[in-house]
Antibody, heavy 118, light 111 residues
Framework: QVQLVESGGGLVKPGGSLRLSCAASGFTFSDYYMSWIRQAPGKGLEWVSY????????YYADSVKGRFTISRDNAKNSLYLQMNSLRAEDTAVYYCARAGLVATLDCWGQGTLVTVSS | QSALTQPASVSGSPGQSITISCTGTSSDVGGYNYVSWYQQHPGKAPKLMIYDVSNRPSGVSNRFSGSKSGNTASLTISGLQAEDEADYYC???????????FGGGTKLTVL
């Protein structure tokens, strides 16, 4: 079955960096666009970033542009999110999701918590 | 401030029908048929319930339906059940550089 498992979350100080990973299984990873979405504690969903199946097309939310970098390794069936210059407002559960159709997220991981605090 | 506007909460009794609205602009909801709806129970990951305005993924109950008129999309849940109590989020493709926008979410309470 389709499975997405995030890892790499944790506590980091403001200004610090963190790299999230998402391991995919149960489908042909290289055929699908992938995305990162986050949810601050008690808040709604916020789309973060999107990468095409080959990695050639990438989108970012304005709130993370210039600080976060999405990437993928199709040979390892893995998606990544490099987060730099972290701020308190980046504190959230970060989900990776498969994009099956245009702007449609048809399978989600369970999320990994990132806490930015001194 | 979310890009798409949803009511903060709706409620209904078991067996009733409810509708959740999602209002955007001609750059997102009104301009494209790429509206999705997600259900999220507390502490769980979101689940896709409707895509491309009105299509249901395999395994989603036909009590869930979607529609769109102008810049407003709607999710209707008929025959409300206790397990439908959850948060619901709409999303849409957007022609802006951000590609995807979400609504602020609606908390559904089954009375």
């Amino acid at each position: 079955q389709v499975q997405l498992v995030e890892s790499g979350g944790g506590l980091v100080k403001p200004g610090g960096s963190l790299r999230l990973s998402c391991a995919a299984s149960g489908f042909t990873f290289s055929d699908y666009y992938m995305s990162w979405i986050r949810q601050a504690p008690g808040k709604g969903l916020e789309w973060v970033s999107y990468i095409s199946s080959s990695g050639s097309t990438i989108y970012y939310a304005d709130s993370v542009k210039g600080r976060f970098t999405i990437s993928r390794d199709n040979a390892k069936n893995s998606l990544y999110l490099q987060m730099n210059s972290l701020r308190a407002e980046d504190t959230a559960v970060y989900y990776c999701a498969r994009a099956g159709l245009v702007a449609t997220l048809d399978c989600w991981g369970q999320g990994t918590l990132v806490t930015v605090s001194s | 401030q979310s890009a798409l506007t949803q009511p903060a909460s709706v409620s209904g009794s078991p067996g009733q029908s409810i509708t959740i609205s999602c209002t955007g602009t001609s750059s997102d909801v009104g301009g494209y048929n790429y509206v999705s709806w997600y259900q999220q129970h507390p502490g769980k990951a979101p689940k896709l319930m409707i895509y491309d305005v009105s299509n249901r993924p395999s395994g989603v109950s036909n009590r869930f339906s979607g529609s769109k008129s102008g810049n407003t999309a709607s999710l209707t849940i008929s025959g409300l059940q206790a397990e439908d109590e959850a948060d619901y989020y709409c999303s849409s493709y957007t022609s802006s550089s951000t590609y995807v926008v979400f609504g602020g979410g609606t908390k559904l309470t089954v009375l």
